[in-house]
């Protein structure tokens, strides 16, 4: 099944929901290097076809190529940003930015200041300029006798006529209270401008957390998927080192036909025969006779859903079940129980587990004359017992820590497999 998956590339979505997290990690993880094997495939192709003898093509005069880093292992040269161990981590890249934004934003306001000092000083040139073109006239003789005249009359006597100095001083002054409202103006936008700025950043900072612990619960996942495979591989590795070298690899031989399952009765309840009794199905339809016969010719010969050292039915093997059905029944045990059953929507099996966060479902694939989880491992196994043999001492994922303790039997009167061995 995994085969096909992978030289379809495509999953179907019922069969993907039934996946666990870590089960689509591994999924997409082997997906992902039968992408890069396909693509190294065709670059191979296409360099061998370039390296015939061709007719000689005209080359454009500006012609454009793109040319791939390789590493010391002749490979394209990727890096990852994390894994290196010079890289930085995210806390100092976040100071680093946020350093750099602020000498920015200082080297920006140092130029609006050196602007303004720079337009006041020739705005007071201008008016420096002006007041000595503008100086006092010489007024008529007989308009100032007058003046004088009217000013003892009032008893005021003469005034003092303005003079330059007296101008200056005041230009001063003006001067002065505009760049004090200035300087109050700018300040106010700078303060401003600060506590926008403190605020974009702290939502900054909030959505970078937040960014930085799914990557690195991402990371720890993918980590842990690759340390678990290369686990199981290198044991695999290390069971098929075992055999004799002298002899060739044969093709698995298919076990006896074992006899009629001996069906336990409830005590209490006298036998009865089971032709005349009716069997209750959970759903009809060409797919359930698919399934059924598919179980009769291909399953039974492998004694899928006895017990290793007996011809009886294990009390963990269950018929045709629904995914509600399997959480029902383990809704009463404990965590540690689990039940394999026949899956409703693939020629394969599901093995239900309930653990303290709640059940699980793994897919048990059945198409190479042997059983192993989907996604999970490449450890194959020649029976179902083998496989609940071994993980009741290994868990079937690190982080889950799976182990099957406590087989969850029958609930009924009548076993929900029978039509499986009728």
């Given at each position: 099944?995994?085969?096909?998956?992978?030289?379809?590339?495509?999953?179907?979505?019922?069969?993907?929901?039934?996946?666990?997290?870590?089960?689509?990690?591994i999924l997409f993880y082997k997906m992902r290097e039968e992408q890069i094997r396909r693509w190294k495939e065709r670059e191979e192709a296409m360099e061998r076809k370039e390296s015939l003898p061709v007719k000689s093509r005209p080359k454009k005069e500006n012609g454009k190529s793109v040319h791939w880093k390789l590493g010391a292992d002749k490979q394209v040269w990727v890096w990852v940003m994390g894994e290196?161990?010079?890289?930085?981590?995210?806390?100092?890249?976040?100071?680093?930015?946020?350093?750099?934004?602020?000498?920015?934003?200082?080297?920006?306001?140092?130029?609006?200041?050196?602007a303004q000092s720079l337009e006041l000083t020739n705005s007071l040139k201008i008016k420096s300029q002006n007041c000595d073109l503008q100086a006092p006239k010489k007024t008529e003789p007989q308009n100032v006798t007058r003046?004088?005249?009217?000013?003892?009359?009032?008893?005021?006597?003469?005034?003092?006529?303005?003079?330059?100095?007296?101008?200056?001083?005041?230009?001063?002054?003006?001067?002065?209270?505009?760049?004090?409202?200035?300087?109050?103006?700018?300040?106010?936008?700078?303060?401003?401008q600060i506590y926008k700025s403190w605020k974009e950043d702290s939502e900054w900072q909030a959505s970078l957390r937040k960014s930085k612990a799914a990557d690195e619960k991402r990371r720890s996942l993918a980590k842990q998927a690759r340390e678990d495979y290369k686990r199981l591989s290198q044991r695999g590795r290390s069971g098929d080192g075992l055999q004799n070298p002298l002899t060739s690899p044969q093709k698995p031989r298919r076990p006896p036909l074992p006899p009629k399952p001996q069906f336990l009765q409830p005590l209490g309840i006298p036998p009865k025969s089971?032709?005349?009794?009716?069997?209750?199905?959970?759903?009809?339809?060409?797919?359930?006779k698919d399934t059924i016969r598919w179980f009769k010719e291909e399953q039974l010969p492998f004694r899928a859903g006895y017990q290793k050292n007996s011809d009886t039915i294990a009390p963990w093997f269950h018929g045709i079940l629904t995914l509600k059905?399997?959480?029902?029944?383990?809704?009463?045990?404990?965590?540690?129980?689990?039940?394999?059953?026949?899956?409703?929507?693939?020629?394969?099996?599901?093995?239900?587990?309930?653990?303290?966060?709640?059940?699980?479902?793994?897919?048990?694939?059945?198409?190479a004359n042997s059983y192993s989880f989907l996604g999970v491992d490449q450890l194959q196994h020649a029976t179902l017992a083998d496989l609940v043999e071994y993980h009741k001492e290994e868990p079937i994922t690190s982080l889950g820590k799976e182990l099957l303790l406590y087989p969850c039997g029958q609930q009924d009167k009548l076993p929900d497999y029978l039509e499986l061995f009728q």
């Open positions: 099944m995994l085969r096909q998956i992978l030289s379809d590339m495509f999953i179907d979505p019922d069969l993907l929901a039934e996946l666990s997290e870590e089960q689509k990690q290196h161990h010079l890289d930085k981590p995210y806390d100092v890249l976040c100071d680093e930015i946020l350093a750099e934004r602020e000498h920015l934003r200082a080297v920006k306001d140092a130029e609006l200041r050196k003046k004088a005249a009217s000013e003892e009359a009032s008893g005021q006597g003469p005034r003092a006529i303005p003079t330059r100095k007296d101008d200056k001083a005041q230009t001063k002054d003006l001067i002065k209270k505009k760049d004090d409202e200035e300087v109050k103006q700018t300040e106010d936008e700078k303060t401003k089971l032709g005349n009794q009716g069997v209750i199905r959970t759903e009809t339809g060409s797919t359930q059905k399997a959480n029902e029944l383990l809704s009463t045990g404990v965590p540690g129980s689990f039940l394999i059953r026949v899956s409703e929507k693939i020629k394969g099996y599901a093995l239900s587990y309930l653990s303290e966060e709640g059940c699980k479902h793994f897919l048990i694939d059945a198409s």
